[in-house]
Nanobody
Framework: VQLQASGGGLVQAGDSLRLSCAASGRSFNMYTMGWFRQAPGKEREVVAVISWNGGSTYYADSVKGRFTISRDNAKNTVYLQMNSLKLEDTAVYYC??????????????WGQGTLVTVSS
């Protein structure tokens, strides 16, 4: 499985941004997908997770109510809609996939990351 994240950029606080993660390879529609982020000097943390059919989702408290994870299995793509962005959302965002539903970062496959920078 290969993952290609895109959509990052420089935005102002309060703006919105949508990240995409295109997957190639087999069985995408049977895998859990997650978005993680890592800010400078900090550990990688989970942002949002979605189960294989979209029936279950998880959000970190810091993004709950502002971010929405979704997936389109027909397009082998998972999205992260980010609204009301804050300075503290600045980080490199990674998409990842694993066979089982988990919010821990021990995923099997990782994308290359896309940088989101929120300015004041």
């Amino acid at each position: 499985v290969q993952l290609q994240a895109s959509g990052g950029g420089l935005v102002q606080a309060g703006d919105s941004l949508r990240l995409s993660c295109a997957a190639s390879g087999r069985s995408f529609n049977m895998y859990t997908m997650g978005w993680f982020r890592q800010a400078p000097g900090k550990e990688r943390e989970v942002v949002a997770v979605i189960s294989w059919n979209g029936g279950s989702t998880y959000y970190a408290d810091s993004v709950k109510g502002r971010f929405t994870i979704s997936r389109d299995n027909a397009k082998n793509t998972v999205y992260l809609q980010m609204n009301s962005l804050k300075l503290e959302d600045t980080a490199v965002y990674y998409c990842a996939t694993t066979q089982y539903y988990t919010v821990k970062p021990n995923y099997d496959y990782w994308g290359q990351g896309t940088l989101v920078t929120v300015s004041s």
